[in-house]
Structure formats: C-alpha cells, structure tokens
C-alpha cells in the first residue's frame, strides 16, 4: 500500500504470539503492552496465540491478567500440541512409557521438519492456517511476530510471501546468540541460521531489547542494519502512577527493613552470593539485623518452582530470607509498595538487561545491582540518584551495599522519591514503543 493511499477504516495488525495471557510466561508483559499500545493508537488487533491448557501445564497462568486485554483485540488460540509437557501418565502412547527418550527424540526431530526449532516447529501449519483465515475475513496491513518461540515470525513471512503484506520481527529472546557465553548457537550455514537470514530480509523492521543485542545482530547480519532499532520493555504508565502517593517508612530504625526482589529467577544468577552478603550484613549493622529479604516471583521457567533454588532459599531462612510466591501481574505493583530497597540480581552479560529494571525504577525506591558491571542493565541505571551497583559479587562488598542501601532507605524522603521516579520517567514503554508504532503507520498507508 502507498504511503499516500487514503482508506476508511483502521489498519488491521496480525500479532503473533505464543506467549499471551493467561500465560505467565517471562515475555508475556512486552506482548500484552504491544498489542494493548496498538490498539489504543486506533490500530484493529488481532492475536495469534496458543491455548490455554498449554499454559496451565507448562509455563502456568495468571488469570487475571486477561482482564489486562484491551477489550477491542480480538484473541485467536491456535490449537498447540503439548504432548511433551503432558503431567498425566496415563495419556502417555505407549512408545513413551516404554522409552520417553527415545520419543522425546523422535518428536524433537519431527517438530522440526516444518520449521528448525525443537518444540515449537510443527506449530508452524496450524499458525499459517490461522493467519489465512484471518486474513480472509480481514485483509491484514501489518503482521508483528515476537519470539521467543521464533515459529512466531512465520505468519508475517506467509504474508509477505504471498500477499506483499510487512512484517516486524520482534527479538525479545535472541535465536543464535547465546547471551550468557556470548558465542553464536550453531553453525552459520545451519537450517535454522538460513531460515533466520532468510526472514531477516524480507522484514521491514526487526526489534531488540538493548543496543548490544542489536548490535550483535548489525554486525551479523550488515545488509539489514537499516531496519534494526532497539525497543526496550520500559514500564507501564499505569504501573507508575501508583506509586506517585507512595510514602517511604517513618520508623525503619526501629522496625527495620524490607529488602526485595521480584522476578524470575533463571540461568547463572548470583544468588548464594547475594543471600551470603545478606547474612554478613544482618552480623555487622543493628538495622540489617531487623530487616528481612522477601523472594516473590517464578523460581525457574516451568508451573512448578525449581527445586534447586527453592532449596537455596531454604538454607537461609533462619537470616530473615521468605520465598512468598508468584505475583500475578495485577498485584505488581502493590507489592513493590511493601519494599523498602530492590535488589537486582541478574547474570552477567553484556546482553541481558531484564524487564523488572525499569518497574525497580519506576518505584522510586532504592536499587542494589547484585550483578557483574558488564551486565547491560549498568546502561539502563546510570545516572539513577538511588542506585548501588556492585563492582564485585563478593560477600563482604555485597553486605556493605546492602547496609549502604538501607541507610539510604531510612534517610528517604517523599521529594527523594519524586526525583527519583522523575529521572526514570524516559524509561516508560510508552517512550520505546510509540515512535515505532507511528512509523509502522506511516509504512502502511493512510487510514481514515
């Protein structure tokens, strides 16, 4: 469509993703701010996702978060199969039962005959049925895909293919590089590196969630880096502005503090370092002493906590340290509001910068980075008038941030809290995703 075509109506947006409420999934909040964005920037929406099932016996669910749906999108659950995370032995085939690896393999290679991922490959056919029959019963002017899983990005491919219709490749998660080693996952000329190759350049916009994520890719893949742009996570405006009445505590001293972390916890996080410098402080500072570290959030990827890190926490519950569970996304915020001083613990990469940084901004409240400074969440922060970044994770120089961060808590102020929110204000998802979306407008014609 030209640019300067004029038509009745409302651009029509095909967003693709697996991930979507009720699932609880790390990236489900990035597609239900896009979808949500788009829709009220007078785009009709339609999403492409998999059923619920799915998502109560793998990732688990938050139901409440449907209700965060923008009424006006309309939500297509594509059938999945999820025979690999079936918990009932009794619908097991009988191949299973007499060797799960063995049928473990075979499914791993036939998912990926229709398309190169393990898991999520033969989703591809039932998506591009879907994505045909949306298109029929109205023309689609745009489709955005957002991985992982990548399957995600073949319903703008099929468009374009056969209909000129663009597509965005949304990279919340990255398909061959490996974030935590900083080396690239498989080999150039693998099949799946082709099909990447392949999607890069028919796409009209490819977003990333940090300049070193983009940047990685720019010099992978030259030809492209035109259309590649960073998109962060940002914080929802709603989020923030429950906090604008937020008033820090008046008798800390005496009652001490509450330390916490929300989020999931995945991948080489160091979190016995952090609980270790936790209980050096409570040993050298009379307010560490009172205070008390809560854990909320997912423990690991799956519906059940990773047993690994539920273990961890235990050893030192007798230091003041509780797991309290998941949060349902509508509850976020007010449990933010129970915390006194946020602690960031992230593993070390100069790729990884994790969605809850911009919420820990958001607040207002004091921040511990317990993570390496190579870390590229250091980027997000700098410049944060609360802020205390670790320079190495070990006990003694975790415990003396923690106490320094508490001193900071007891001495906070309401106007301290304003300056601090008001310095994150140009981390909102508003200001990462808007000027994309008017671009995207633009890029599809005009629209009446």
């Known amino acids: 469509m030209q640019a300067d075509t004029v038509v009745r109506g409302r651009p029509h947006l095909l967003y693709v993703a697996w991930g979507f409420p009720p699932s609880r999934g790390a990236g489900v909040y990035r597609a239900l701010a896009t979808a949500n964005m788009f829709a009220a920037e007078g785009w009709d929406v339609t999403v492409l996702t998999a059923s619920r099932e799915v998502f109560e016996y793998q990732t688990g669910t938050d139901p409440e978060l449907e209700s965060r749906i923008d009424p006006r999108i309309t939500v297509v659950r594509v059938p999945f199969n999820w025979d690999r995370g079936q918990p009932d032995l009794a619908k097991w085939s009988r191949t299973r039962v007499a060797s799960n690896l063995l049928w473990t393999y075979t499914r791993s290679q036939r998912d990926r005959v229709a398309f190169p991922e393990a898991g999520y490959g033969s989703w591809r056919r ?138 999931t916890m995945y991948g080489p996080m160091p979190l016995r370092e952090s609980l270790e410098g936790w209980r050096l402080a409570r040993s050298t500072s009379a307010l560490m002493a009172k205070s008390r570290l809560v854990i909320r959030g997912r423990l690991g990827h799956y519906a059940e906590p990773d047993p690994a890190l539920l273990g961890l926490l235990e050893e030192y519950r007798h230091d003041g340290v509780s797991y309290e569970g998941a949060v349902s996304k509508t509850q976020v915020a007010e449990v933010y509001r129970t915390f006194d001083v946020l602690l960031l613990i992230l593993g070390r990469s100069k790729y990884v910068t994790s969605g809850k940084v911009f919420e820990y901004a958001a607040t207002g409240l004091p921040i511990v980075s317990l993570h390496h400074p190579d870390t590229a969440s250091t980027g997000i922060l700098e410049g944060h008038p609360d802020w205390f970044p670790a320079e190495v994770l070990s006990g003694t120089h975790i415990a003396r941030l923690l106490t320094r961060a508490g001193e900071s808590a007891v001495a906070a102020s309401p106007e301290k809290q304003r300056l601090a929110r008001a310095w994150a204000d140009h981390l909102s998802r508003e200001n990462q995703l808007l000027p994309r979306i008017r671009d995207l407008r633009a890029l599809v014609g005009g629209f009446q």
């Open 126 to 263: 039932s998506l591009v049925a879907a994505t045909e029959r949306v298109h029929r019963e109205k023309p689609v002017n745009l489709v955005i895909g957002t991985a992982n899983p990548n399957v995600d990005f073949t319903p703008g491919w099929h468009l374009n293919r056969n209909h000129k219709i663009p597509y965005v490749m949304d990279y919340r998660d990255t398909w061959h590089l490996d974030v935590y080693r900083d080396k690239r996952i498989g080999s150039p000329r693998s099949r799946s590196a082709r099909m990447e190759r392949r999607l890069l350049g028919n796409a009209a916009e490819a977003w990333f969630v940090n300049a070193p994520i983009r940047d990685w890719h720019a010099a992978n893949y030259p030809e492209r880096a035109e259309v590649f742009h960073v998109v962060a996570n940002g914080f929802d405006q709603e989020f923030a502005r429950q906090f604008v009445d937020h008033q820090p505590q008046t008798n800390a001293e005496a009652t001490g503090l509450t330390f916490g972390y929300l989020g």
